[in-house]
């Protein structure tokens, strides 16, 4: 079975390690990352970088390269992809899952300010601090670059390029991130107000306690729409589980005319 992972997350990176190992046995696994990272870590299997040409060109390589079964684990705001590659798996007649982590759910003491853009987001800083410790990654600083008066900590693994916030400081970091290390943050540069997007999970999730423990507002954006009717797991092991479940129904050689004559893409004998 060929298994094309979208990836470029923690959980895309764990469920390749997963099916490397043979879970479930005999898979040959492909990991597509975007690119916009300039080292990114590798997971183990083949990697291939950069698009697919839209829902049409991703159609044409799973018909191409074989592929059995698609699952979509790229990040949580990655949301163009996750349409294309919904597009794509009905046009290839290939089986689509989502691998998405679960958002971050606020618990008391917290002070979270919900924002369903980074425009929106930027709207909202100048009544909430002076001093804002910006986690959006680099791509979407264009969104803050015409707020005046404020000066912005800026986190992100690769170095931004403008258009950006006027007074800003770059930190080049990539998660994991301790608790401690986030409190020494907040506290070092004087942070009084964070800015995140949704994206889940615990990598990046110490900044919200670190946050709360210091009685710094929050401003959370929210995670733009997704495809519906695709079924979707929370983690690498419920991934890899609904490949060992969708594998006895793949077409075997003795019927492979039955599943020409459905359109489907069909596995031939040898």
């Given amino acids: 079975m060929h298994v094309l992972i979208l ?38 299997g083949r990697v291939r970088v950069g698009g697919f040409g839209g829902a049409d060109g991703l159609a044409a390589w799973l018909r191409e390269h074989e592929v059995d079964a698609l699952i979509d684990a790229t990040h949580p705001f990655a949301g ?11 046009t290839a007649h290939v089986p689509l899952l989502a691998l998405r982590r679960p958002g971050w759910v606020p618990v008391p003491g917290d002070d979270w300010h919900e ?9 909202l800083l100048p009544a909430l601090g002076r001093r804002v410790f910006l986690t959006t990654g680099r791509m979407g600083l264009a969104a803050f670059a015409g707020v005046d008066g404020l000066w912005f900590l800026v986190r992100s693994v690769d170095p931004p390029g403008p258009p950006h ?25 004087r942070i009084d107000v964070v800015v995140t997007k949704d994206s889940g999970g615990a990598a990046t999730a110490p900044k919200l306690t670190a946050a709360r423990e210091a009685g710094v507002p929050v401003v959370v954006v929210r995670r733009p729409p997704v495809p519906q009717d695709v079924p979707v ?9 609904w490949l060992t479940r969708l594998t006895p129904r793949l077409p075997t050689p003795g019927g492979v005319d039955a599943c020409r004559a459905s359109g489907r893409r069909c596995q031939s004998s040898g």
Avoid at 80 to 90: D, E
Avoid at 171 to 184: N, V
Avoid at 233 to 241: C, I, K, L, S, T
């Fill in 7 to 44: 990836g470029g997350t923690t959980e895309a990176r764990r469920l390749a390690e997963l099916l490397a190992a043979g879970a479930p046995p005999g898979t040959r696994v492909t990991t597509s990352l975007a690119g916009r990272v300039a080292a990114p870590r590798l997971p183990p």
């Fill in 165 to 189: 916030p006027p007074r800003m400081e770059v930190l080049l970091d990539r998660g994991p991130f301790t608790l401690d290390g986030e409190r020494e943050l907040l506290r070092r540069h």
């Fill in 115 to 123: 924002a369903a853009s980074l425009e929106e987001a930027a709207a």
């Fill in 80 to 90: 163009t992809i996750s349409f294309n590659a919904a597009r794509a798996a009905a």
């Fill in 233 to 241: 797991v929370p983690d690498a092991a419920g991934a890899a589980d």
